[in-house]
């Protein structure tokens, strides 16, 4: 398994490849706000995606290689990320159907960049959808984040999920599996979610060139 670093506006990123034999699409997947590529929904998503012929690239963000836990503001989150985009789709990842993604704060970047990225479809793994209230503050909605996808959309979200749930939508499939924003109880349910749906995004995408 192949892991370099690609150079970002806030610094190196960091990409750990899968590649099947003969790939048939792409899936680029960013890690949670305080995790790592090692959380078991992404290795559920790795294995699924590879078992039908998707090549995977995992990428940690350039304040995690720092050795940084505390995530930077939006902006750079996404920049370090369309920038790592960009790389792959002119090298390692050249003329593949591309699929973005990832797990909580990774699916809120993947999400605000799917159209500047060139995204056939995303992938939401534990979606935030609503951050705990603050006393004296109104709940806030992630859910614009999703709204503004126009691609299809997988949400994979435990029941228990203290962020709540989102709502299916035009664009958007959202499967419950047992567990919690860990998405720790049924990793065999995350994988089995995926594996149905890539192959039809990707093949309908490509069918649509």
């Known amino acids: 398994m192949p892991v370099f670093e690609i150079d970002t506006p806030t610094g190196p990123a960091r990409a750990h490849l899968h590649v099947p034999e003969e790939p048939r699409g792409a899936l680029v997947l960013g890690h949670g706000a305080g995790g790592g590529v090692e959380a078991p929904d992404l290795r559920a998503s790795t294995e699924a995606a590879l078992s039908v012929g998707i090549s995977v690239a995992l990428i940690e963000q350039p304040y ?80 614009p984040e999703l709204e503004a996808v126009t691609v299809p959309t997988l949400v994979v979200q435990g029941v228990r999920d203290p962020f709540g749930m989102p709502p299916p939508g035009p664009f958007r499939e959202v499967v419950k599996v047992q567990g919690d924003h860990g998405l720790k109880a049924d990793p065999e349910a995350v994988a089995a979610a995926i594996r149905a749906w890539l192959p039809q995004v990707v093949v309908q995408a490509t069918h649509a060139r």
């Open 64 to 143: 995690r290689v720092a050795g940084r836990r505390s995530p930077p503001r939006a902006p750079q989150l996404d920049a370090a990320w369309l920038s790592v985009v960009a790389h792959l789709r002119a090298t390692e990842l050249a003329d593949l159907q591309l699929v973005v993604g990832g797990r909580s704060l990774g699916a809120r970047v993947a999400c605000r960049t799917a159209e500047e990225a060139g995204a056939v479809a995303v992938l939401c793994l534990a979606f935030p959808l609503e951050p705990p209230r603050r006393a004296g503050k109104p709940p806030l909605s992630r859910l």
